[in-house]
């Protein structure tokens, strides 16, 4: 057979606790700090995102700025154009040229610190300059061509009319102090032969920058569209890849776990916010320390709540069981201390138990009382039948002698008598109904009527569907005979007994009325008061009838103590009443 372990339920308890308290609080702890970190980091890139759209625009309106500049200088007649259209090459001329070009990107600039030099490159004879560089190779390297220079090259053989050339070394600057600028230029055309014939363009310094940036906290970089850095906090790294300096690349997302990158609304270039997002993670892992201690901290003093509260309330339980244990050994005396039940609901379920097993006990009793009752019953009607087939049989011997001698009444009376001792001595039942009950009783009147010459008559008032009603044999005999006994033979008058039976609410009601002699107040009293305690009660008993007490306590152990026998005075009479359930069925 297979043994099934059963948890306790305090085992129970707990774990029904943890299940409805302490994992869904950890789910949503952990729920909750994911939707913190998923919200921050979205907040945060949409403020990145936001600042990086406003340094577009403002570094946009920057170098609209310069663009504007290289187009007035590009409509400019006075200078420009005359230099284009002079083309004498004495140093004279050059000399007054430079002069000239001087006092226009003077007029032009002006003196600002965030401009590193304004150029006008006139195509296959001089570069004209304005600059805070005192060498250049134009000037002192004769073998030195500036048409050689990549972005010049690349400026001539395009298309577009201006350009932006990202960070890069000027390569015709003899000084290598800060040799990286942002070059801003412009073909020069003339406008009569409509022929490229120079490039005019300003350089300007790639930190002017940083009056834009460093309103951002966060490390700022500017690429162009080959990811070649525009600017960066370190002057070291312009020029140079992005990929070579900061070990990432650069794929097409605009958000990344390492940076975050704006595509430029009024150029090719590209802002990136290197930021590591496991860093703004790990601040609010901090900022979260504090309240996951203060939520384990709860869940420890909720665990340890239900923890006392389940053995609050499984210790009554436990203690209750194992006074069970006791009961079903046997031990009906001991009660359950209602001192160690500790809520209302055990308390009441302890004095509920105690009254429980006090009824166990007194039922226990009871039938233990039945059976000595029973036993001694048959010990009575045992001594009462002598060797019942030699009494028979001498009764029928009789009964033929009568015959034989013509005494009818003789006759008579043995077969009464042999009727009433059949019926007095048959132990293969327990009950009888009502009809066999009168039957006997009826036999029992015959022979006493003899006795007192017909001195008292009986008569019946039975309702005819409450004869087929089980009761307990020999019920009837006893109380007519206390009748007879008591009230009709010490009276000098011919008497009545009545004999009623019926039916009340579930139960019957058998009373048994005599007149002549009245029983007295006090005696009946008494004799009530014995009868509801179970007393016996002193008057015909013998040790040849089965009394008044055994009859009431018969009837109290089999009908549970509802029914019973009392005497009283009704219309004159004496009365005994007896109340007994309705049974249909001998083993009902």
Not at 158 to 179: A, C, L, R, W, Y
Not at 300 to 307: E, F, I, M, N
Not at 540 to 547: C, D, E, L, V
Request: charged share 25%; hydrophobic share 40%.
């Amino acid at each position: 057979m297979i043994k099934i372990k059963r948890k306790s339920i305090f085992t129970r308890m707990i774990a029904s606790f943890i299940f409805v308290f302490i994992i869904p609080v950890i789910i949503i702890s952990i729920t909750a700090y994911l939707n913190i970190v998923q919200i921050t980091k979205e907040n945060y890139e949409k403020e990145q995102v936001y600042l990086m759209k406003m340094l577009d625009a403002n570094l946009s309106i920057y170098m609209s700025e310069f663009e504007r500049l290289t187009k007035i200088a590009s409509l400019d007649e006075a200078t420009i154009q005359a230099i284009l259209k002079d083309d004498t090459t004495s140093m004279y001329s050059i000399l007054k040229k430079s002069a000239m070009f001087d006092d226009f990107s003077l007029s032009l600039v002006g003196l600002r610190p965030d401009v590193e030099g304004v150029y006008f490159y006139k195509i296959d004879e001089w570069l004209y300059y304005t600059s805070n560089r005192y060498r250049m190779k134009w000037t002192f390297e004769p073998n030195y061509n500036i048409k050689e220079e990549k972005w010049i090259q690349d400026f001539i053989n395009s298309n577009k009319q201006n350009f932006v050339i990202p960070t890069h070394d000027q390569g015709f600057k003899e000084t290598i102090e800060d040799p990286y600028v942002i070059t801003i230029a412009r073909k020069i055309w003339d406008y009569d032969k409509l022929e490229l014939k120079g490039i005019f363009f300003i350089d300007i310094k790639p930190n002017a920058l940083k009056s834009f940036l460093h309103s951002n906290n966060n490390s700022v970089v500017i690429v162009d569209k080959s990811d070649t850095i525009v600017y960066d906090t370190d002057d070291k790294n312009y020029s140079k890849q992005f990929k070579d300096i900061y070990n990432i690349p650069i794929n097409h997302e605009n958000i990344h776990e390492k940076y975050i990158i704006y595509e430029s609304k009024f150029s090719d270039w590209r802002y990136i916010i290197i930021e590591d997002t496991s860093t703004l993670t790990n601040d609010i892992t901090r900022a979260m320390i504090p309240v996951g201690l203060a939520t384990c901290i709860c869940m420890l003093l909720l665990l340890l709540t239900s923890y006392e509260l389940s053995l609050n309330i499984t210790k009554p339980i436990i203690y209750l069981r194992d006074f069970m244990k006791k009961v079903q050994k046997g031990n009906f005396k001991e009660k359950v201390s209602l001192s160690q039940l500790k809520t209302e609901e055990m308390i009441m379920l302890g004095a509920s138990f105690n009254v429980m097993v006090e009824k166990i006990d007194t039922l226990i009793a009871q039938e233990y009382q039945l059976r000595l009752l029973n036993k001694d019953a048959e010990f009575r009607a045992l001594q009462s039948q002598i060797n019942p087939h030699f009494l028979y049989n001498t009764l029928e011997s009789i009964n033929c002698l009568a015959i034989i001698n013509d005494n009818t009444e003789i006759s008579q009376m043995i077969q009464q008598l042999t009727k009433m001792f059949r019926y007095s001595v048959d132990q293969s039942r327990e009950f009888s109904t009502i009809k066999e009950e009168l039957d006997h009783i009826n036999n029992y009147v015959k022979l006493q009527n003899t006795r007192y010459d017909n001195k008292f008559k009986v008569i019946y008032n039975i309702e005819p569907s409450l004869l087929k009603v089980y009761t307990i044999k020999l019920l009837l005999q006893p109380i007519v005979e206390n009748a007879i006994y008591h009230g009709i033979e010490p009276s000098d008058t011919n008497e009545t007994i009545v004999i009623s039976v019926e039916e009340a609410q579930e139960k019957i009601i058998i009373k048994i009325k005599n007149t002549g002699v009245l029983i007295q107040q006090e005696h009946m009293r008494q004799i009530n008061k014995k009868l509801r305690n179970n007393e016996p009660i002193q008057g015909i008993n013998s040790n040849k009838s089965i009394g008044l007490s055994n009859i009431n306590n018969r009837l109290k152990l089999y009908y549970k103590g509802s029914c019973g026998i009392q005497f009283s005075i009704e219309n004159k009479m004496t009365c005994v009443t007896m109340t007994l359930l309705k049974k249909v069925n001998e083993n009902v």
